[in-house]
């Protein structure tokens, strides 16, 4: 899994860290992910808007004695994870006890061929900003009642996400996706 970077701890090493401040009687699950979200949307072949978002968090669920606390940060250093995990812990002393509360087993899975597509990452904006016209010309010339188009958007992101429990783990994926739009407009 390619997250992290220079001095950044990959989505695993959070959730491995947080399993890693469990204690004894304690079960705990890590669940990260990160991501990045990118959103082109024209009309009359000019750029309305271009977004980018990143996003990346870790959530902890702590089971004590039957109790379940949670606690979440964004982008937490391998050290606010310790202080993650002890807020859920925390938290779980709030919590009524129930003797079904407890985490599942963590297991692999096979990966998905074809889920994340690493060239998807390297696309350049002024690409996505071509591509999006084009939809937007294609829709235009489809039919000779379609004058114009109310906006069309083409939009990817790609998601990554570790999981890491005292039952199992960790695991990780990653995932990319692309959608477009066009809203046509039809006069006749």
Known sequence: MTDGGAGVPSLTDLCVRAVEAARSGED??????????????????????????????????????????????????LDEVDALVESARQSAGFAEPDEFNVLPEVEP??????????????????????????????AVSAHPDVRNVRAAS?????????????????????RTDCWASVSAICRR
């Open 28 to 77: 705990v699950e890590a669940y990260a992910s990160g991501g990045r979200h990118v959103d082109v949307r024209v009309r009359a072949a000019q750029v309305e808007s271009l977004t980018s978002a990143e996003t990346r968090g870790v959530g902890v669920r702590a089971v004590i004695d039957g109790r379940v606390g949670y606690a979440y940060a964004a982008d937490p250093t």
């Open 154 to 174: 083409l939009a990817d992101a790609v998601s990554r996400v570790a999981i890491a429990s005292t039952r199992g783990g960790p695991v990780s994926y990653e």
């Open 109 to 138: 899975a096979e990966p998905l061929p074809g889920l994340y597509r690493e060239a998807q990452e390297r696309v350049p904006a002024e690409r996505r900003v071509s591509t999006a016209i084009e939809f937007e010309r294609a």
